[in-house]
């Protein structure tokens, strides 16, 4: 293999997009892209509604940045997301050059969604597919640039240090069982997000939180772990584990929310219904589930002509037709799902961590974008503001640090096995905390650590396996999720329960 300069870890939108403009900025870099599965597992391709950005005459800069703002609590950095609103057309105009097809109305105008906490129609989409079709075109575009190299079934499993700097990546590769010390200037996370560390959620099996495991173990530390985003209208399946969702577009087109009474009752809890933001629709279903044991709650398109739904929202009723329901004739049944991690790893404005050569982009990131609640159709937008930052900071100042190749070891020994009930268990008690039951969460943190310091070890003498790594992960991050709440529920407790000794 030829020695990487670059190293970026996730192959998403927030991936991929960081090393195109690193291509673009300077094709003598030589940048790899770790992915620890295939090509089509990643929540980039779960995305439906699309990408915001203010497009039309009749919207401005001002309602994004306040609709954002509003979204998220006021607990934005306001200088973020007025950068952010200000960079967002310009980097959707970098998808189109990059052979991105976003629908156009019968005018040749953009067409334009509009989504709950949205004052304008300012969402652009490719159908309500609009994630898939931008992962398919971004994946076309690096295998086309001969600088970009990708790395399948590739898990990052430690970030290499060196002065209080990044210098590299553990990187097991689960086709030959072998872990591979890689050295490079920078290394990007590019992980995405931790859906699941919760029980059930709209991420894809591979959002098992290794950026946050990564960055932890590293000596970084998180923050705003529990301001975790549940999305509204996942399909009640009677399954836990990944579940799918209707894209809140079709809220904006008309879609409504009804218990088994037939209520509107969203009206009770904020008087924009079913246009209101994703954290505010969530608490409300979760109050009206448990004010009665018989209580249902769906989504209600049986008004909508079936002919719209098919053209508009292909994705959403071919979803329901392969669930036994037709979305213009049947009520869908729903509950809330884990969807998107607000917190995570801090960065300052040009995505760099506080370890230096360290950068973060999209979900796992802490840019200050969201505050408490994420604003619909901003995550995508984000990753590719950040990874454009990231790209210039980078060949801006590229570093002197020489690449290494070296083959640690060779096939390891049978790995522990994790219980699954159990680390389900701490899934149902991060959950419940989340949602407000007074529980004591300090004898469940200290049983999360001790088993995640478990597998730590056995990784540390190189037996390992992806179940192991992924689980690993996903301790962590239940562990900085229970901690961050602990932190700001009880701000007279100013240190952590993690043990000074832990992972030196």
Same mark, same amino acid.
């Given at each position: ?64 940045? %306040? ?16 950068? &952010? +609103? ?74 290499? !240090? !060196? ?20 050295? =490079? ?62 894209? %809140? ?17 969203? &009206? ?18 979760? %109050? ?72 973060? +982009? ?55 096995? +994790? ?17 407000? %039951? ?8 200290? =049983? ?9 070890? &056995? ?46």
């Amino acid at each position: 293999m030829e020695e990487p300069e670059i190293i970026i870890i996730g192959k998403g939108i927030a991936g991929m997009a960081t090393a195109i403009y690193l291509a673009e900025n300077s094709n003598s870099l030589k940048i790899l892209l770790l992915d620890k599965s295939d090509d089509n597992d990643c929540s980039t391709r779960f995305a439906q509604g699309g990408l915001s950005a203010v497009w039309s005459e009749k919207d401005s800069k001002k309602k994004h940045l %306040e609709d954002t703002l509003r979204a998220g609590r006021y607990q934005n950095n306001k200088s973020v997301v007025k950068d &952010f +609103v200000e960079n967002c057309p310009n980097r959707i105009h970098d998808l189109i050059r990059w052979g991105v097809k976003f629908d156009l109305n019968a005018d040749f105008s953009q067409s334009l969604h509009r989504e709950g906490g949205h004052q304008e129609s300012r969402i652009l989409h490719i159908g309500d597919h609009s994630g898939q079709s931008i992962h398919k075109v971004l994946l076309s575009k690096i295998q086309q640039i001969k600088s970009i190299k990708v790395w399948n079934s590739a898990y990052a499993v430690d970030l290499i !240090q !060196q002065n209080k700097s990044c210098c590299g990546v553990k990187v097991w590769d689960e086709i030959s069982e072998t872990l591979y010390f890689l050295k =490079s200037s920078a290394v990007i996370l590019a992980t995405g997000g931790s859906g699941q560390a919760f029980p059930m959620t709209t991420n894809p099996p591979v959002a098992s939180g290794d950026g946050i495991g990564l960055a932890v173990r590293a000596g970084l530390l998180t923050e705003n772990m529990h301001h975790f985003q549940f999305h509204p209208t996942s399909i009640w399946t009677g399954h836990l584990g990944t579940v799918p969702l209707i894209t %809140e577009a079709l809220r904006g087109s008309g879609a409504l929310i009804i218990n088994n009474l037939g209520e509107r009752f969203l &009206f009770r809890y904020d008087p924009r219904g079913e246009l209101a933001t994703r954290d505010v629709i969530s608490q409300a279903i979760w %109050e009206e589930l448990n004010s009665s044991p018989s209580r249902q709650i769906y989504l209600d398109a049986r008004h909508l002509e079936e002919y719209f739904l098919k053209e508009y929202f292909p994705h959403a009723y071919d979803t329901c037709e392969k669930l036994g329901l037709n979305l213009a004739i049947n009520l869908i049944p729903i509950s809330p799902a884990a969807h998107y991690q607000c917190g995570g790893i801090p960065v300052d404005p040009n995505g760099e961590t506080r370890m230096k050569n360290l950068f973060a +982009v999209g979900e796992i990131a802490s840019t200050g974008l969201h505050g408490v609640n994420r604003l619909a159709s901003n995550s995508l937008p984000e990753a590719l503001v950040f990874a454009k930052k990231i790209a210039d900071k980078i060949c801006s100042k590229r570093n002197e640090i020489s690449p290494e190749y070296v083959v640690l070891s060779g096939k390891p020994t049978t790995p522990p096995i +994790v219980s699954n009930s159990e680390i389900f268990r701490f899934k149902v008690f991060v959950q419940r905390v989340l949602l407000g %039951e007074k529980l004591d969460v300090v004898p469940i943190l200290l =049983s999360i650590q001790t088993t995640y310091e478990k597998l730590d070890l &056995f990784i540390d003498q190189h037996i390992i396996d992806q179940n192991l790594l992924s689980n690993r992960n996903i301790l962590y991050t239940l562990y900085e999720i229970l901690n961050s709440f602990l932190e700001n529920d009880l701000p007279h407790q100013k240190n952590r329960v993690r043990s000074s000794t832990s992972n030196q």
